[in-house]
């Protein structure tokens, strides 16, 4: 029987349902069966899969507060499975906050959670200043400003590092 996997994402403008996407095609490439689930979507366990996955981007220096509760309320069903977490923000664009041990949102956010991911990684997302609303983009381009990221409201840009998206996806153990 083919392992099963499932991966769980909470997005706000589209780039973790695009890695997560692209990393379920690839785990279909190796012969998986893989579900993918929003968290207003999921309706099986945890353990009904062999390994479960949890993607989520952060808006405004905080991960989705529905990712959070799914992990508090699953906790326990986590453990029992192999299990993966990766975090999507603009932060990981700095090569020096790219990894777990350094992006301030991911360590933030094992603060808030009592939960330690068997996997994790911090990928980049997508700048795209014309496709937020109004006050969001003036927030975005504030925190870049402060942050020395561009600022120009034409700005669109895709820091997502595929190639450790893919060595991300290919680290994941499959029981």
């Known amino acids: 029987m083919k392992p099963k996997i499932g991966i769980l ?48 981007s952060i808006r405004y220096g905080k991960h989705n507060p529905k990712i959070i509760e799914f992990i508090n309320q699953n906790k326990s069903a986590l453990e029992k499975v192999e299990n993966a977490f990766f975090s999507v923000n603009l932060v990981a664009r700095k090569p020096e906050k790219a990894s777990p041990e350094t992006n301030p949102y991911f360590i933030k956010f094992l603060k808030e959670i009592d939960w330690i991911p068997k ?4 990928f980049a997302g997508k700048l795209d200043y014309q496709k937020y609303p109004f006050t969001d983009r003036l927030m975005i381009q504030l925190i870049m400003w402060m942050t020395k990221g561009p600022t120009n409201s034409k700005t669109k840009i895709e820091y997502t590092d595929w190639g450790k998206v893919k060595e991300f996806a290919n680290s994941i153990h499959i029981k």
């Open 9 to 56: 994402y909470a997005t706000v403008d589209g780039q973790t349902l695009k890695i997560c996407r692209f990393i379920q095609d690839l785990l279909v490439e190796k012969g998986y069966t893989v579900a993918l689930f929003t968290t207003e979507n999921f309706d099986k366990k945890v353990t009904d899969f062999d390994t479960f996955i949890i993607g989520a």
């Open 119 to 122: 996997k994790s990684a911090v």
